[in-house]
């Protein structure tokens, strides 16, 4: 299951990465707020099917984009190993009205279990 699969439609999203993403991510950013909101910010090193002016070229002016989504109706959210976060697959399942979203980068372990996902904004950076 691909990650656009447990995200609300997008335009924007949709326009960039009409496939969904196939590549590594990281996820580099988990922030909690009040009223149980979450918010996950993804980094993927996967060039975009389409050029946004104001971004630059791929691969000279950036070449990652960062997605930030809202995670919506979150059952629960399991990190360890937080410092070893890194690129890796990120796994997708369905399990009734529910979607878990798992990645394991050796001793770095999330797990977000979430009804779905809404896209929130893009970036780009050079790294």
Known sequence: MNLFDVVLPHPHLQALYP?????????GRVEFSSGGHI???LH??????K???KWGLYGRDF?????TLSVCNAESVYISGW??????????EQQK????????NGGCKIEIKAEFLV????SVYLS
């Open 19 to 27: 496939e969904g993403i196939n590549g590594d991510i990281l996820i």
């Open 39 to 41: 918010f996950l910010t």
């Open 44 to 49: 993927t090193k996967e060039r975009p099917s």
């Open 51 to 53: 050029e946004i002016a």
């Open 63 to 67: 070449n990652t984009v960062s997605i």
């Open 83 to 92: 410092y070893m976060a890194g690129f890796v697959p990120i796994d997708i």
């Open 97 to 104: 009205d529910i979607c878990v979203i798992r990645q394991c």
């Open 119 to 122: 896209f929130q904004s893009c």
